[in-house]
């Protein structure tokens, strides 16, 4: 039977519309703008290399969220062996882990969450200060970062995000109401703020909390492990709508206002340049020793002192995996839960979360293969 002309221009407009479709550019691909890459990739580069397509947002560590192969990159590669290699394990090597304990996940953090390359200081002032971020809070939570570095003063009456000493930036409930929208709108997101805390008037931590709206998705301290045990099954954070944790850096305030004081429960590596010497993961100051496995919490700075978006360019991708591989090594075999970068667009920052998600979720190097062999 001969198809009608119109048919056959019906089918031409269809294969010629699903070519147009599927042109986008894949990872690695060229590309001029946003829009020409595949979804949750973004046009970039370093080295002045703007045009390429890059990934910006760590997998899914826990549903069976299909994800996207590229079966002719070179990427791949990684993930049909991997794949491979778990059909010939029978499922051994990737032991099954779909609901965990909340420290058995990575969550990719941004280190001045707030400080962020379109932001003007709501005091009328220049910025003049370093940027850390390219994009602000709502986007970075809409690209996948759960945990968030935001440092918090007394000013003006109110608690402020201040970008240095000199500079204050915006009221810290400005923030706080985007954390809010965004939690309300994604039910079983959790997200982890820890406070650079200068804060010193009476409760005025608790109430810009109050005043955001956030306090019904609080993890109430007396409920976080104070011997180095497992946090609760992340599920049931979920379920409990216990999807905020909150560390502060004042030990008072644990007691005083019921804010977990962060190195109670979380040990942390050197920041800045310091923290950046390949082969050596040593503690900040205030935290217990990475090894310390009473605290069940591990968290990763990686950034210089100066932030810098072509620095970020290279330090966020190889240098920031051998970082997590020490840090692994040197934190009594933990991978860490927090990986805390500037300018997180740069480089290949999710693959750090990725490799971390990929070893504690599945036995896997990568969260890609615990994907690809259906194990989460
Ligand atoms: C965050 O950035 C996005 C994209 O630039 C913009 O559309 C949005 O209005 C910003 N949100 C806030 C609260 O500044
Ligand atoms: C928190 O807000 C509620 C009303 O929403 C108010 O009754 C309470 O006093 C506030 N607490 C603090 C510490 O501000
Ligand atoms: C650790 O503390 C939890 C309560 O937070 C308790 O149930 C558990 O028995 C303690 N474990 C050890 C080894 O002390
Ligand atoms: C970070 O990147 C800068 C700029 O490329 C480079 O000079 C520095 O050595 C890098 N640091 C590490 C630890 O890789």
């Known amino acids: 039977m001969a198809l009608p002309p119109s048919s056959f221009f019906l089918l031409l407009f269809l ?38 397509c890059v990934r910006i947002r760590p997998y899914e560590p826990r549903s069976k969220v299909r994800i996207r192969h590229y079966p002719f990159s070179i990427r791949n590669l990684g993930l049909w062996v991997g794949w491979f290699r778990f059909r010939a394990n029978l499922g051994l090597e990737c032991a099954q882990g779909k609901d965990l304990p909340f420290n058995k996940y990575s969550w990719l953090t941004t280190h001045n969450s707030f400080a962020d390359a379109g932001a003007h200081s709501a005091t009328g002032a220049t910025l003049i200060t370093f940027t850390n971020q390219h994009d602000n809070i709502t986007s970075q939570l809409n690209n996948g970062v759960r945990g968030l570095m935001l440092d918090m003063y007394d000013f003006r009456n109110d608690i402020w995000l201040c970008h240095s000493t000199a500079v204050y930036q915006q009221p810290a409930i400005n923030v706080l109401k985007e954390i ?56 049931k954070m979920i379920d409990q709508n216990h999807r905020l944790l909150v560390f502060t850096s004042v030990a008072s305030k644990e007691a005083s206002e019921g804010i977990a004081y962060e190195w109670n429960y979380v040990v942390e590596n050197q920041y800045g340049d310091e923290g950046m010497t390949p082969g050596s993961c040593p503690s900040r100051a205030e935290s217990s020793p990475m090894s310390t496995t009473l605290k069940s919490l591990v968290l990763m700075n990686y950034f210089r002192t100066n932030p810098s978006a ?23 075999n933990r991978w860490a839960n927090f990986i805390a970068v500037d300018f997180y667009m740069k480089g290949d920052a999710p693959e750090a979360a990725d490799v971390a998600n990929g070893h504690m979720v599945c036995g896997c190097d990568n969260i890609a293969y615990c994907k690809a062999s259906g194990k989460v």
Request: aromatic share 6%; hydrophobic share 35%; charged share 15%.
């Open 15 to 52: 294969s010629v519309g699903s070519s147009l479709l599927s042109s986008a550019a894949k990872l690695g691909e060229g590309c001029s703008a946003n829009q020409d890459c595949d979804a949750g990739l973004r046009c970039d580069g370093c080295d002045g290399d703007l045009g390429v």
């Open 180 to 235: 809010e929208t965004f939690l309300a709108a994604n039910p079983s997101e959790v997200i982890t703020i820890f406070i650079e805390d200068y804060v010193k008037s009476p409760s005025g931590l608790s109430k810009v909390f109050n005043a955001s709206g956030l306090m019904k998705y609080w993890f109430p301290v007396d409920q976080m492990p104070k011997n180095g045990s497992d946090w609760p099954l992340l599920s």
């Open 310 to 332: 072509s620095s970020a360019c290279h330090n966020n991708s190889a240098p920031l995996l051998d970082m997590l591989k020490t840090c692994h090594g040197l934190s009594a």
